[in-house]
C-alpha cells in the first residue's frame, strides 16, 4: 500500500480545495508546491499592518452560496467592495461602465439617454454576433468609452490589439443602466480578514505539505508514494512542451512603501491611456478599509504598479492568451491528458483557463466530489 492516497502539485486555491475535501473525507494527502509560500497567486503577506496582494489584487466574489459557505469556514469575509476607477490621461471615470460612467463621459443623465449615445455610437459597427474584442466593446458601450477606457488598457495587458483578442474577456466586465459603480454583480464577495494565506492555512491546517518542492523535479518519487496525482501547474510544462509552449501573459510587480496614509484613495485605480506604462496601480490598505488587525488606522502605505509582459518559460504564468491558435494547442494538451491513468489536472494552469477564484474553487469542488462518488 502506497503511503498517500493522493500527492496534489500546486497549494493554490484548485489544489487546497481538493487536498481539504479529500482529507475530510479521510484520504491521505501530500500537497507539494514548488514556491516556498501558500495560496498560490493568492498569496498575501503582511507589511506594516497591511496585508499585500504580491502577485496583484484579489478580490473574492461569488453568486454560489454553497462556494460561499464553503469559503467561509476558512476565513472571515469583509464585505470589501470592489469599485475601480479608471484614470485616463488625468481624468478619472467610474468602473465598471454605469451611469456615472456614461454622466461622466457625455454628460448624460438618465438610462435613455445613455442608450441613445450607446445607439449612435455603434452605428457604423458590424451587425450580428461580435467576433473580436473591439466589435464587442463598441457595441457594448459605444466608441468613446472604447477608445478611452479599453482600448489602451487591453492593449497594454494583452500585448495584442484588441481586434485580434477573443470578445469574451470584455465581456467579464458588467455594462449597467444603473448608478452603481461595484465592479462584481454578485451577491457575495469580499477579502479574507487576515488575507488569503490564513485562510489556505487554515484549509491545509491538517495536511503535509511540502513547500519548495518541484513536483515535476520530482515526479518519480512522488508518483511513487501516491495512488493519484493531482496537477495544478501549466499543462504544457507537464508535458516538457513537446506540442510547443502555450501563451500566456505575465506580471511585473513594483512595490512602493510611501510614507503618507493616502495615495490614491481608492484600492484599484486602472491607467487606461496607451502611453503610461503599468496597468493599474493597487494600494493594499484600502481592500482593509486602511486598517489595521486592531482596527487602528494605518499611517504608511504600500502600492504597487503592475505591468502586463508576454511571458517566457522561467516566469510566471498569469494569464492563459485563450485565442483559437492557443485553444487548438490546449486541446491537444488535453487529449494526452485525459489519456492519463493517475493524474488528475485542474485549476487555471492546468485548464488553461481564465477562471475567477470562485470558479477555480467550484471547479476542484465537483472534480473531487465526482471522484469520491464513484
Ligand atoms: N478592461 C478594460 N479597461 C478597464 C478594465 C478592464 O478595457 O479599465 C478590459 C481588459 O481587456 C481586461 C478585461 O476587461 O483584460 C477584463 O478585466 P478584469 O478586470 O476582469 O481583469 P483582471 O482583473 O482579471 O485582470
Same mark, same amino acid.
Given at each position: 500500500?502506497?503511503?498517500?492516497?493522493?500527492?496534489?502539485?500546486?497549494? =493554490?486555491?484548485?489544489?487546497?480545495?481538493?487536498?481539504?475535501?479529500?482529507?475530510?473525507?479521510?484520504?491521505?494527502?501530500?500537497?507539494?508546491?514548488?514556491?516556498?509560500?501558500?495560496?498560490?497567486?493568492?498569496?498575501?503577506?503582511?507589511? #506594516?499592518?497591511?496585508?499585500?496582494?504580491?502577485? =496583484?489584487?484579489?478580490?473574492?466574489? +461569488?453568486?454560489?452560496?454553497? $462556494?460561499?459557505?464553503?469559503?467561509?469556514?476558512?476565513?472571515?469575509? /469583509?464585505?470589501?467592495?470592489?469599485?475601480?476607477?479608471? /484614470? !485616463?490621461?488625468?481624468?478619472?471615470?467610474?468602473?465598471?461602465?454605469?451611469? /456615472?460612467?456614461?454622466?461622466? %463621459?457625455? =454628460?448624460?443623465?438618465?438610462?435613455?439617454?445613455?442608450?441613445?449615445? $450607446?445607439?449612435?455610437?455603434?452605428?457604423?459597427?458590424?451587425?450580428?454576433?461580435?467576433?473580436? #474584442?473591439?466589435?464587442?466593446?463598441?457595441?457594448?458601450?459605444?466608441?468613446? &468609452? !472604447?477608445?478611452?477606457?479599453?482600448?489602451?488598457?487591453?492593449?497594454?495587458?494583452?500585448?495584442?490589439?484588441? *481586434?485580434? #483578442?477573443?470578445?469574451?474577456?470584455?465581456?467579464?466586465?458588467?455594462?449597467? %443602466?444603473?448608478?452603481?459603480?461595484?465592479?462584481?454583480?454578485?451577491?457575495?464577495?469580499?477579502?479574507?480578514? =487576515?488575507?488569503?494565506?490564513?485562510?489556505?492555512?487554515?484549509?491545509?491546517?491538517?495536511?503535509?505539505?511540502?513547500?519548495?518542492?518541484?513536483?515535476?523535479?520530482?515526479? *518519480?518519487?512522488?508518483?511513487?508514494?501516491?495512488?493519484?496525482? &493531482? @496537477?495544478?501547474?501549466?499543462?504544457?510544462?507537464?508535458?516538457?512542451?513537446?506540442?510547443?509552449?502555450?501563451?500566456?501573459? +505575465?506580471?511585473? @510587480?513594483?512595490?512602493?512603501?510611501?510614507?503618507?496614509?493616502?495615495?490614491?484613495? /481608492?484600492?484599484?485605480?486602472?491607467?487606461?491611456?496607451?502611453?503610461?506604462?503599468?496597468?493599474? &496601480? &493597487?494600494?493594499?490598505?484600502?481592500?482593509?478599509?486602511?486598517?489595521?488587525?486592531?482596527?487602528?488606522?494605518?499611517?504608511?502605505?504600500? $502600492?504597487?504598479?503592475? !505591468?502586463?509582459?508576454?511571458?517566457?518559460?522561467?516566469?510566471?504564468?498569469?494569464?492563459?492568451?485563450?485565442?483559437? *491558435?492557443?485553444?487548438?494547442?490546449?486541446?491537444?494538451?488535453?487529449?494526452?491528458?485525459?489519456?492519463?491513468?493517475?493524474?488528475?489536472?485542474?485549476?487555471?494552469?492546468?485548464?488553461?483557463?481564465?477562471?475567477?477564484?470562485?470558479?477555480?474553487?467550484?471547479?476542484?469542488?465537483?472534480?473531487?466530489?465526482?471522484? #469520491?462518488? $464513484?
Amino acid at each position: 500500500m502506497k503511503q498517500y492516497d493522493f500527492v496534489i502539485a500546486g497549494a =493554490g486555491l484548485y489544489g487546497a480545495t481538493c487536498a481539504q475535501i479529500l482529507n475530510e473525507s479521510g484520504k491521505r494527502v501530500l500537497v507539494v508546491d514548488r514556491r516556498g509560500t501558500l495560496a498560490g497567486n493568492a498569496y498575501t503577506e503582511k507589511m #506594516l499592518g497591511i496585508n499585500v496582494h504580491k502577485y =496583484g489584487a484579489h478580490i473574492f466574489h +461569488t453568486a454560489n452560496k454553497k $462556494i460561499w459557505e464553503y469559503v467561509n469556514r476558512f476565513a472571515d469575509f /469583509n464585505g470589501f467592495v470592489n469599485s475601480p476607477v479608471a /484614470n !485616463y490621461r488625468g481624468d478619472i471615470y467610474s468602473l465598471p461602465f454605469n451611469m /456615472n460612467t456614461f454622466k461622466e %463621459m457625455w =454628460g448624460v443623465v438618465t438610462p435613455e439617454e445613455a442608450l441613445n449615445k $450607446i445607439e449612435e455610437q455603434k452605428k457604423d459597427c458590424a451587425t450580428g454576433e461580435a467576433v473580436n #474584442l473591439e466589435e464587442q466593446a463598441i457595441s457594448l458601450v459605444g466608441r468613446d &468609452i !472604447y477608445e478611452k477606457l479599453i482600448k489602451g488598457y487591453t492593449e497594454k495587458q494583452w500585448g495584442r490589439e484588441c *481586434k485580434d #483578442l477573443p470578445a469574451f474577456i470584455i465581456k467579464r466586465l458588467p455594462v449597467r %443602466m444603473t448608478y452603481d459603480n461595484s465592479y462584481f454583480g454578485s451577491q457575495y464577495q469580499g477579502v479574507p480578514v =487576515g488575507g488569503y494565506t490564513a485562510m489556505v492555512e487554515k484549509m491545509l491546517e491538517s495536511i503535509e505539505v511540502r513547500l519548495n518542492t518541484d513536483y515535476l523535479k520530482h515526479r *518519480k518519487e512522488l508518483n511513487d508514494m501516491a495512488d493519484k496525482v &493531482i @496537477f495544478t501547474g501549466p499543462i504544457d510544462e507537464f508535458y516538457d512542451y513537446q506540442l510547443g509552449p502555450l501563451e500566456y501573459r +505575465t506580471l511585473r @510587480f513594483e512595490e512602493e512603501v510611501m510614507d503618507i496614509p493616502n495615495f490614491q484613495g /481608492n484600492a484599484i485605480v486602472n491607467y487606461t491611456d496607451r502611453d503610461t506604462p503599468w496597468t493599474r &496601480i &493597487i494600494e493594499h490598505k484600502w481592500f482593509e478599509f486602511g486598517k489595521d488587525s486592531s482596527g487602528k488606522d494605518i499611517l504608511k502605505t504600500v $502600492i504597487t504598479r503592475e !505591468y502586463s509582459e508576454e511571458w517566457e518559460p522561467g516566469n510566471e504564468p498569469y494569464y492563459p492568451i485563450n485565442d483559437e *491558435k492557443n485553444n487548438t494547442m490546449y486541446r491537444e494538451y488535453k487529449k494526452l491528458a485525459d489519456r492519463e491513468k493517475n493524474v488528475l489536472f485542474g485549476g487555471r494552469l492546468a485548464e488553461y483557463r481564465y477562471y475567477d477564484m470562485d470558479q477555480v474553487v467550484e471547479s476542484a469542488m465537483k472534480m473531487i466530489n465526482e471522484l #469520491l462518488s $464513484i
